[in-house]
């Protein structure tokens, strides 16, 4: 989010604090680590951790 220009809270930078939770309403993200501190449920929901996530296509997110 940095990168791009967008202040988001984060702490931990590594995906434990879950300090830059937040809600994806569009687009899609990967993640290089093989399970980013999400709960089944959250990630069915929608939700994603900025801090360590990479969009696959164009995002729109809400905080969580």
């Known amino acids: 989010m940095a990168q ?3 202040d ?3 702490s931990c930078r590594n995906g ?3 300090t830059c939770l ?3 309403t569009e687009g899609t993200v ?3 680590v093989p399970w ?3 709960s089944l449920e959250e ?3 929608g939700y994603c951790l900025p801090c360590i996530a990479r969009p696959a296509s164009d995002i729109t997110v809400l905080p969580g």
Do not use: E
Request: proline residues 10%.
């Open 4 to 6: 791009a220009g967008v």
């Open 8 to 10: 988001w809270p984060v």
């Open 16 to 18: 434990t604090c879950r």
């Open 22 to 24: 937040a809600r994806l």
């Open 30 to 32: 990967v993640y290089d």
């Open 36 to 38: 980013p501190g999400l």
């Open 43 to 45: 990630k069915r929901d």
